[in-house]
């Protein structure tokens, strides 16, 4: 019987951890997703010239 509740808290235990990773995923990509929206994108000028001059 310790052998079933040894692997039976093993499995429970890899579920938890499985759980957890998968939901610091989804959160992270949201994350990552809302900075993405909020940012504005912006190059400096860089092929020559003074921007100025036109």
Not at 11 to 40: K, P
């Amino acid at each position: 019987m310790t052998i079933v509740a040894s692997v039976f808290g093993t499995i429970l235990l890899a579920a938890l951890i499985a759980g957890a990773y998968a939901l610091g995923i989804v959160r992270g990509t949201e994350a990552a997703r809302e900075e993405y929206l909020e940012i504005e994108l912006y190059m400096d000028h860089t092929h020559g010239g003074d921007p100025d001059d036109l």
